[in-house]
Structure formats: C-alpha cells, structure tokens
Antibody, heavy 122, light 110 residues
Framework: EVQLVQSGAEVKKPGESLKISCKGS????????IGWVRQMPGKGLEWMGI????????RYSPSFEGQVTISADKSISTAYLQWSSLKASDTATYYC???????????????WGQGTLVTVSS | QSVLTQPPSASGTPGQRVTISCSGS????????VYWYQHLPGTAPKILIY???QRPSGVPDRFSGSKSGTSASLAISGLRSEDEAIYYC???????????FGGGTKLTVL
C-alpha cells in the first residue's frame, strides 16, 4: 500500500526554524517526484516546489523560491520542507504528494500525505 | 486569486447529478491534462480524475471528467452524502514544474 506519512503538527514562534518530513512507503521512492503544497487557513491549494529524491533535482515555484528549502534523503525514503526563519504568514497546512518521474504532467499528484499543520505565533 | 477558476460552491440532493466547472487559459488547461481532487478537511486530498477523464482504480464510476478547449468539468452522478467535500481542479504548468489549482468548490449534499 502506497503511503506518504508526514510529521506531526508544530507550533513555533516567529524567527524560529523548522523542518517537517514526509516518509514514503509501499513504492519505489526513487521513481517518483515529491512535491509540497501549502494550504493557508480557509484558502485553496498552492504549489510550492518539487524534488526528485534519486538525484535531489529540486524546482521551486517562484512564489516560494528563497522562502523554503526542499530536500530529501533517499536512504530513508523521506523528503523534507524547511524554513530558516518562520513568519506568522507561514501558518498553514503543508501537504506532500508524489508524481511519477515520467508521467508527472499527465497523471498529476496521485498520492498525498495527511498534511502537517504549522502554526507560527508569538 | 487562483490560476484556474471554479465556482465556490455547488449543491445537490441525494441521487442527483451535479457538475463542477473549471476554466483556465490556453497555455494551461488548453495545453495540458486536467486532474480533479476530492478533499475532506483534515485528510489527504484524493485524486478522482487524471488525464482529463481517467479514473484511478477504486474511484466509483459515478465520478467522470471531461475537457474542452480551456475548460473542464467534473460530473458526479447518483450523489451521496459522503460526496460532501471540497473539489479542486488542477492542471500542469511547465513553468512551475508542478500543477496550478483552482480555488476549490465546496459541494453540499442537501
């Protein structure tokens, strides 16, 4: 069974750093891209960026370039999303999702994680 | 402001057929496949349709997708109470190396 299991909810203060994770299982982790999607409270889904864990090829949406860092450790089938200095406006639920290396644009994001709620408040 | 445009809400009674529309540009929907996701708050979004009209295994054939030009639609027939959710359309944007999403349509089963 394909699963993407994300780390638990976080409560942080502005200026703090954070790294959340997404662990894949039930499939060949290195044959799929892992993307990250933000959902701010009461809002829709926004694409943040994507990583190919096999070679760490990473692409960012222009809206998120320089704001977050996406990484992966293929040895433990885990992708990460991190912030060096959180802002209150980073408060959101973050989802990871996978898409196939050869059919990403046709098949889209076929499995999603359960989401990680990040709350940034002083 | 989402790149793809969906109505914010839709509704229907059990057993009814409802459709949700999604419109975009020639460079996005007009040039790429459309996907549809079902999202229940607090859970992982679930893909319902990919490649405009293909259903993953396990998705009931009550759900169907279509695309024409720069618009797409999701149809749900034989509406059930468990279909109450938010539905998002999406399409690939090569410049982002990822999808762009519609704003979501909240479906209420009356």
């Amino acid at each position: 069974e394909v699963q993407l299991v994300q780390s638990g909810a976080e409560v942080k203060k502005p200026g703090e750093s954070l790294k959340i994770s997404c662990k894949g299982s039930g499939y060949s982790f290195t044959n799929y891209w892992i993307g990250w999607v933000r959902q701010m409270p009461g809002k829709g889904l926004e694409w943040m960026g994507i990583i190919f864990p096999d070679d760490s090829d990473t692409r960012y949406s222009p809206s998120f370039e320089g704001q977050v860092t996406i990484s992966a450790d293929k040895s433990i089938s885990t992708a990460y999303l991190q912030w060096s200095s959180l802002k209150a406006s980073d408060t959101a639920t973050y989802y990871c999702a996978r898409c196939h290396r050869y059919s990403s644009s046709s098949d889209g994001l076929d499995y999603w994680g359960q989401g990680t709620l990040v709350t940034v408040s002083s | 402001q989402s790149v793809l445009t969906q109505p914010p809400s839709a509704s229907g009674t059990p057993g009814q057929r409802v459709t949700i529309s999604c419109s975009g540009s020639s460079s996005i929907i007009g040039s790429n496949y459309v996907y549809w996701y079902q999202h229940l708050p607090g859970t992982a979004p679930k893909i319902l349709i990919y490649r405009n009209n293909q259903r993953p295994s396990g998705v009931p054939d009550r759900f169907s997708g279509s695309k024409s030009g720069t618009s797409a639609s999701l149809a749900i027939s034989g509406l059930r109470s468990e279909d109450e959710a938010i539905y998002y359309c999406a399409s690939w944007d090569d410049s982002l190396s990822g999808p762009v999403f519609g704003g979501g349509t909240k479906l209420t089963v009356l």
